[in-house]
């Protein structure tokens, strides 16, 4: 067997495609506390108070909502060259680019299902301007106490066609652990995987799309400190007007204490807390049958049917043959 | 033993002086969420989300920090005239006013010490603005999730040069149940009383003033829903430079948990959770002496030497030959 | 309008009956945290950390699930012998006994639905055995740090026939506070209502009954200080193989932070924390009708319908047209 | 530069050696909630409720309180190799041994200051007794609800005489990040140094012995999930008689919610949460001095001189010559 080596480090941003850029904007600087910290044109990034990043969130306007591209941090510039040579070995590369904001050279792949990705190991450590000094040396921005105030980026889940393809990819190509895994249908179907390139649970879920059709967001997710902001995060969203899937409830699978909104360009939100670490080198992938995985839930409410079949951007019946959704 | 019967229902409101009302009100309404409801002159008055009247904090501007006039509302207005009959029976009444923003004819008079205090029973209900009204229907302001946002006015404790006579005015004048009491030197010495018209544990305290003088506040106290809040609550005064004096831990005496920090007037504002609530007709009040008090903390810091020293308005020591304090 | 004076102080103890009673006593005694304080027969008495009284849950073994005798603690001798005066003026008494274990005499009566009630005054201070001493000294009890660790009995809710006669029993003839009323039906159909003789939210709560019998018991709640300590108790449960109806998650009605159980015997059991405090003597009944109740919820699961449906003692259908069930 | 590979994993374990083994037994099992997996005579291991390992803990009869063996787990078979040949090559090997309970073979070392340390890949897998299955299929052990209840295993922190040569020992030898400093002095005087092999903030902290002694333990960290745990906790210890000696309040360094108590053996032990993780691979170490660093405190208590002073074994002024203190 050969040894793994960590070569992703974590998930270095996320992109999201709104069609209502003033709404998602009100959403996640409002409402969720996050900092504008760069505009380029219609788009703007965004950063949660503790992220180590300069931006970690960016909102694009297009036609459709979903996800534009997810970017994976490496943990050298040995590490980097690594993946890349992985990721073109699988014929999946797009090429390198000049990097994003606040980031240096990257290299754009797509991963099996069509989600575009990039890596990259050159990044601009944030310095905020005097008055989001945080009186902590070790937080990077000031707590500012504005609504839910996320800490930071957490993880995303992407719908899929196969599970399988894709979770092998991040397992084998971008090098990440396989923490746990839902399977229907003594062990022929996998619904679900939850994969992580470091002791977080999971950084990224790969979760069947029951439409058929590739590209597709399930969810984005932004981690607070408390379960108590959780619960704060759940009254500041009725208060606003702002739809609640789900929760506040405790997952059985990773443990974690979730939150699940729409924001109004229609991407599906979480506010997370809780979960667990894994610091195992031979963690035991845990895996879920039908009726161990129930409805997902540990305690709290039941999820909703939507849960398992809104994604971004939204499909209609009669679209679902389509291959790789493109809604720029 | 005459039936005692609960006449003041609880604490309407307090009005705070302040000789930086700018500062003051920053910290009240950026800082700790509160909505200014009123303005007359350079007075404002302003609420927690969770107030049911419509003001129970009053921001006076003044030539010194300290306390202005203490309401208390009357459970009926049967009650009121009772009250009204009793101070004026004790010679501390001053007489009808037209009562204050917000309320009806209001009776001034002072507690043995001096400070101002009035009785009422109008109440004008609390209409929030439209972009101020909530999605529950039994809260009379939306939660807007800025800052501290503080639930509503909790309590306060005031400074006097006599306990006991202060103490059996709120028990004996207006029917206040003596929860608790601190009396050191073998049962001769009554440092502090803590008492409530109702079952929350209380509503004032008064506590000694060891500067020999009349009429100061030691400090008011807003409410949050959770121990959680309070920390938070430090977390944002921590980032903006507010002066936390002590806390956040839990005393011993009220079980309380605390955060005391000095608004930029100067006041000491505390930020309150937990504590317990008396049920009891025939509660038997609990007394600490020296040993059992000890730092008056069951968990968490020492109290510091300033918390029981500092009051407003402040007293340099050649002036605490001073009768009544008027810091306006 | 008569001036409404309070005399009853509070729920003073509860009975609940079960087919189980050992199952009972480990949910209560093992899971719940609670101190087992006198045995007689297969009776026991229960008390929670914070309790005031020596037992405040009575647990009496019977052929079926429900709820026994309801205790009322009024506020004074006086106050007692114008509720029991009030009782028997609406026919509803029953007459006078000894007391139950740890109270002086006490007057029975039924409420309009036919439940079980009794009100007295005179009550014996709980004196705790050394090992179970508290080192705070104004806490009646140790906390011991086992399970849940309940602080307290908070409220009871009853299913009954005709909410309005058993309403407004408790409001006229008991002399609570309506704090919040659910009215379906343009303001014909009282389906729930929810009182209190204090600032406590509610302390008992009359739910119609479906099955159209009387008599039966929908929850008894019993308090702990933190939402986190709710969902400890989900945990609990949880590993404990008990049921979880619903929850936690968060009213829209008194806003509490609720988590259902049925505890072994089959009895509807919450823990509860959360919920406000109505000081008002003017509080105006918050009335929710059809839509601004929904489910029940403000955030978190909606309520199955057993929840509406499900009480103890468990109905069979075709027993519906009994009028008083008596499980004993 | 050469690229740095993580090659220990977590730590793994700890030894404590104690005086009083039942009191410390009492501590950690009745209190704390660990679980008593495996006994050797008097010596006995126990776990908490989440750790992945079968024991993590050691409790070990001694002459006097201090630190038994610290083992590290590495990544891999490969990468134990490489530590041990690292640590061979500073001359501070002592050889394999067969494993201790729960591990296969482990290299036995000294860091620099003498603290008995070991590595080792393989690890047993915690197999729960039916009693302590968990009904969470990802959670190794049923949350039992006893006492604190902690989860894991969280750090440890160790005095030494020289922070320099152990920091870099931690650093180049076993690979750790250095996430923190505090260097008064003008950048002369390393008085602390926080390291972590994974994203955790610091699984080792070294921290200068001011009595000029060798291989003391400054304290051992137990993890519960919520801040609320923490404050639980020290009701918990408080009920018990046990001392605290700090919190639970916030340090600046390390953003822990901690509390400091004494087991009854004399070891220094804490309760923790919150802190945050690291993943960036560029980390820059954030460095505090003396009116940086403060107390200590972000919010809460300050610590008290003991903090600075206190370690096991306890020394006499007049010992303080010695080179390698020997508990055994």
């Avoid at 998930?11 to 850029?21: F, I, S």
Wanted: charge should be negative.
């Amino acid at each position: 067997m050969v040894e793994r080596i960590q070569d992703v480090a974590h998930l270095g941003a996320v992109e999201l495609l709104t069609p209502k850029p003033e709404g998602t904007l009100w959403f996640f600087h409002d409402l969720f506390g996050m900092e504008i910290v760069h505009r380029d044109g219609g788009t703007h990034y965004l950063r949660g108070y503790g992220d180590h990043a300069a931006a970690t969130l960016k909102i694009t306007p297009a036609k459709a909502a979903g996800i534009g591209c997810v970017a994976w941090r490496a943990t050298s510039p040995e590490a980097l060259e690594r993946r890349v040579a992985a990721i073109e070995a699988e014929g999946l590369g797009l090429g390198w680019s000049n990097g994003d904001f606040g980031r240096g050279r990257s290299y754009r792949f797509r991963d099996p299902d069509g989600h575009a990705m990039e890596i990259y190991y050159e990044e601009v450590r944030y310095a905020p301007p005097p008055e989001l000094r945080s009186t902590l040396k070790n937080l990077p921005q000031k707590f500012t106490g504005r609504g839910v105030n996320v800490r930071r980026m957490d993880h995303l889940a992407l719908f899929c066609k196969s599970v399988p393809e894709n979770r092998r990819f991040a397992q084998e190509t971008l090098g990440m652990r396989l923490s746990e895994q839902v399977i229907f249908n003594q062990g022929r179907d996998e619904i679900g995987a939850w994969l992580s390139p470091s002791p977080v649970h999971h950084q990224v879920a790969y979760v069947a799309d029951a439409a058929g059709v590739h590209g597709r967001l399930h969810h984005v997710s932004l981690w607070v400190d408390n379960r108590g902001d959780v619960m704060r995060a759940a009254d500041i969203l009725a208060e606003n007007g702002v739809f609640i899937e789900a929760g506040p409830s405790k997952h059985n699978n990773s443990q974690g204490f979730y939150l699940y909104s729409y924001e109004p360009g229609g991407n599906r939100v979480e506010v997370y807390s809780g979960s667990y670490l894994i610091f195992a080198p031979d963690w035991q992938t845990v895996v879920w049958n039908e009726q161990e995985r129930g409805t997902g839930v540990y305690w709290g409410a039941t999820l909703p049917a939507s849960f398992a079949s809104y994604g971004t951007p939204v499909v209609e019946a009669q679209k679902s043959n389509a291959t790789v959704i493109d809604p720029m």
